[in-house]
């Protein structure tokens, strides 16, 4: 294989970061405005999950008297073993993400409920696409909204180097470079030795590919320190929390990205996906997990960070037959962060009475997810409305950003 088509792979293929199940990309970018008043220096970390999450049954709407009898077996109960986190007298959250209950009564966490893309049908893959992309359709573009609001941000120093590490990198992250000189970097198994020999090659052919290159080979030795590294026996769960560590270690750095996206794939819950206990249980323990991990690795600087976890769409309100859940629409989004404004569930309440089902099988949706991604994008990273509304999410004007979800 010739030196050109081994750059080509190292800029195309993906490698895992610590484990299977999980992808992590990053910017080494800093707005100008990060040593404004105050000495903010905003960070952004979005989190995908990949499958459609359960929101009936993470954020449990136990104050609606059709929830219990929609979700069955699987409904969660205040009551009893393994009792849900109260939030409010409305909603409760799913018992395994206690990390999550104490940054909400720390008012550093917040739920936005009965929201959705603009996606209507229940293919994982446009809807992925659709949430990722920022377009109101599938199969619009190739990048994503996260890389047009980078190009959308005030113009400022930037960070030497950028880091895109894993299976499939986040098409949310994905897009032309915002500047000359910034290139993406990702690493395939491939030894330390060819990928020096590349950098070596491109330092007099492409001096900006060649820094970016070996920058990404000191990041990705950073994030994927012997601490870090998968343990013998490790599986998904364990993946989200190390992901999140690593990333961390790279975003706190002085030098490290600002923005960020990670995807963890697996929230596909067609059958046996559990209450209080069981596949559902397990997954919601490792994203909340990985937000402790984020919480714990950024210290300081999670005083100015906003991470927002969504998923593509939702899943039906009543359990099938195989006591899990199909593709539904209406689902949850979260934010959590010493930057976020929380302690609150913001729900425009549908209810779920069997009039008011989308379809007659989903929640429905009453908040545009884009503007939840707006509202953060506008208030934490000053971005302004007219670029958000025709830059970042095209042609979508009419949806204006949630304010005040920032502190």
Known sequence: MTMDRIATSLLTSRRHLLLAGASFAAWGYLPKFARAAGQRDPRLIVVILRGALDGLATVAPIGDPDYAGLHGAIALTTAGPNPALQLDSFFALHPSMPELARMYRDKQ???????????RERSHF???DVLESGFAGPGRVQSGWLNRAVEALPRGPRVTGA???GPTAPLVLRGAAPTVGWAPVTLPQADDDTAMRLVDLYAHRDPALAAALSQGLK???VAVGDDMKPKPGGNQIAAMRQVARGAAK??????????AALAFDGWDTHANEGG???RLAQLLSGLDGALAE???GLGPCWRDTVVVVATEFGRTARINGTQGTDHGTGTIALLAGGAVKGGRVIADWPTLKMASLYQGRDLAPTTDLRAVFKGVLADHLGIGEHALGRAVFPDSAAVKPIKGLVA
Do not use: C, M, N
Not at 109 to 119: E, M, N, R
Not at 250 to 258: H, K, M, Q, S, V
């Open 109 to 119: 966490a917040a739920v936005i409920h009965a929201v959705a893309t603009p996606y």
């Open 126 to 128: 446009d809807g992925q």
């Open 163 to 165: 880091l895109a590490v």
């Open 219 to 221: 990041l990705e030795k």
């Open 250 to 259: 790279l975003i706190a750095a002085e030098d490290g990205p600002r923005i």
């Open 276 to 278: 209080a206990v069981g």
């Open 294 to 296: 984020f919480e714990s």
